[in-house]
């Protein structure tokens, strides 16, 4: 029989940088007893983002942030939203380049994740801000 699960999960982010949050998802997603199935993850916010990487080496993590560094600047004279501050349109473009919703299957009771992948939120702005996770799990 087909069930259904949904949840919400909040991660207080301290500014700029990427946030495992996979020991929570997994937790929660296991609780349920779904044996097959499939889990997607979606964030509601326009300036941060969800990515899938290795959470292995914490270096991966330090260059991908020098990566979006580069490739998206803060104060780049492009942009002329910047209501926020000079970090507000880089971030919506960061979230652009990057992924607000993930889809993870279950199988054989487990989040079928590599052995070196973590789940991350992926904060683009420099201030402190609380990011709402939706979970939607579904399978039997």
Known sequence: MMRQFTNNIAVKAEGRRLYDITSDVLSWAHQHSVGTGLLTLYIQHTSASLLINENYDSDVLVDMEAFF????????????????????????????????????????????????????LFEHRHMPATRRIVMHLIGE
């Open 69 to 120: 560094n580069r490739l998206v600047p803060d104060g780049n004279d492009l942009f002329i939203h910047t209501i926020e501050g000079p970090d507000d349109m880089p971030a919506h473009v960061r979230t652009a380049l990057t992924q607000t919703s993930l889809s993870i299957p279950l199988v054989d009771g487990k989040l079928a994740i590599g052995q070196w992948q973590g789940i991350f």
